[in-house]
């Protein structure tokens, strides 16, 4: 089949992978503004469903493993392109690399069978040749996967990305913020070519409507070349901070300073390494094709920092780069021993005004009772390779499916009903924490407040752990039922009864199946 077609047009629906992804959550209503249909891939479709432009007429959401050649197949069915933002990093660890291969390699083959005229890719900017750094490789090895078939790839290799909610904005942040002196890596003095989020999004819409674009390879680039001690400086000048001492060293291996960056920002070691590993690689465009094409005004890094910060401080973050992390499956509560701790109590107020003030726990609310020792126990999760409290929320009063909240995750939501959350803190077992609320049965204007934390224990380390904190439940958990108790009727004094709370947007589409 000859794909010589090279212009795509709103009649056929556009494949996006990565929806719940840091750039895809951003892209798919950009293309939706644009009049694209558009085609979204999800494992777990609930993830999108509070998006904003989820129920637009033109958006169609399929649950599909990319895993699965059939599925994939069938998705891609009646589409005219697809763009590949799929990476395996947060999810396969050390095997990132050749997992990524393999399912580039699986894509491409799928985008042949269904006669797709065009595949989109982000990748990496970096020099070409031997010493690239195993992320970087990662990135070319996916280009190379995706041109393996027929169809043509627009390739797009971008250097540090700016914007709220980025990885790399995340740990720049972090480390200036928290650290007036910095002990750090050579890589300081590598130069790099950042470019604003949205400038990124630009490229990536634009590039439908330029035919010149077609299996090409496109840098891009902010105007601004820096070293990474500079691209520090300008951020501590627009968080209105001090210069900060940065002392470059060279024995801080690579895996050193992902340790350090695991301890000092929300990022894990498993991601933060090969990110400190390419920062060693010089990141600069070698041409301007791309904004030749498809001109536009680009951000320079302090514009584009501040753009950032300022979405930050509206809370108006869009997407973040813990979007994509996964939600594991149901565990086995039926097999084996389950501790269940659960408490119940009356609320003085109605059943919108207590969801609403479960729904700002977390973050910079805290957990209503021993702040103190949530904080410790984030500390302690820290050292050993967990999340900690650092990843935040996005909203200080909605929570969403899916959503990354400090040390857990959200995996069950009916608005006015129930909220609850995983554990992804390092445990020796896996804990859930739920809550519910109820009217009461004989009062309307009241409801009833029911806190339930399970844990499955894994081993005798898991029931070592689950009796060394048991003493502790009547304090924390205790403290935390009566704090939203509290909160939930300051809330329904100041609320007018029967007002939807702002906690509860989106229902789960089935919420009668098992909580996952």
Request: include cysteine; charged fraction near 25%; hydrophobic fraction near 40%.
């Amino acid at each position: 089949m000859s794909h010589t077609t090279t212009e795509t047009t709103p009649s056929k629906p556009v494949l996006v992978t990565g929806a719940t992804g840091y750039i895809g959550g951003r892209l798919v209503p950009r293309l939706v503004e644009r009049g694209y249909r558009v085609r979204c891939l999800a494992r777990e479709p609930r993830k999108l469903s509070d998006r904003p432009w989820a129920e637009r007429p033109n958006v169609e959401i399929i649950r599909c493993d990319i895993d699965d050649p059939d599925a994939l197949r069938a998705a891609m069915q009646g589409c005219c392109a697809t763009y590949y933002l799929v990476h395996s990093m947060m999810v396969a660890g050390a095997d990132y690399r050749e997992r990524d291969r393999v399912l580039a390699r699986g894509f491409a083959e799928a985008a042949e069978a269904a006669g797709l005229e065009r595949i989109i890719y982000l990748g990496g900017l970096g020099e070409i040749g031997d010493k690239l750094s195993e992320h970087l490789a990662s990135r070319r090895e996916v280009e190379t996967a995706l041109a393996s078939g027929s169809v043509p790839v627009t390739v797009f290799r971008a250097a540090m990305i700016i914007g709220s909610g980025s990885a790399s904005f995340e740990i720049l942040r972090y480390l200036v913020e928290r650290l007036p002196i910095m002990i750090t890596p050579r890589w300081v003095s590598t130069e790099a070519q950042p470019i604003a989020v949205r400038n990124v999004l630009h490229y990536l819409v634009a590039c439908f409507s330029e035919p010149a674009t077609v299996g090409k390879t496109l840098d891009i680039g902010g105007p601004d070349i820096m070293t990474y001690r500079q691209i520090m400086q300008t951020m501590a000048q627009a968080l209105g901070l001090r210069k900060r001492w940065v002392i470059p060293v060279p024995v801080l291996t690579p895996r050193l300073s992902s340790l350090w960056i695991h301890l000092v920002t929300p990022l894990s070691h498993r991601i933060a390494r090969p990110l400190a590993e390419g920062l060693r690689n010089k990141v600069v465009c070698r041409e301007d094709e791309a904004h030749r094409l498809m001109p536009q005004r680009l951000l320079t890094v302090r514009e584009s920092i501040d753009a950032a910060l300022g979405k930050l401080e509206a809370h108006d973050v869009e997407t973040t780069w813990s979007d994509a992390g996964p939600i594991p499956g149901d565990p086995d509560w039926s097999g084996g021993k389950v501790f269940v701790d659960r408490r119940t109590i009356e609320v003085d107020a109605g059943v919108e005004a207590a969801y609403q003030a479960i729904c700002r726990i977390g973050g910079g609310q805290g957990y209503y009772a021993a702040d103190w020792l949530w904080r410790l126990r984030g500390w302690m999760d820290r050292l050993v390779g967990g999340p900690g409290l650092r990843r935040g929320r996005h909203d200080s009063e909605r929570v969403s499916y899916g959503e990354a909240l400090d040390f857990w995750r959200v995996t069950g939501i009916a608005p006015n009903r129930r909220l609850e959350l995983r554990a992804e803190m390092k445990l020796p077992g896996e804990a859930s924490l739920e809550f519910e609320v109820q009217p009461h049965p004989e009062d309307h204007g009241r409801c009833m407040f029911v806190q339930t934390a399970r844990f499955k224990p894994r081993g005798l380390l898991g029931l070592a752990y689950w009796y060394a904190v048991l003493p502790l439940h009547s304090f924390v958990f205790s403290g935390m039922l009566k704090g939203i108790r509290r909160a939930a009727e300051a809330i329904g004094r100041t609320t007018p009864t029967g007002q939807a709370a702002p906690g509860g947007r989106i229902a789960e589409p089935n919420d009668s199946a098992p909580l996952p």
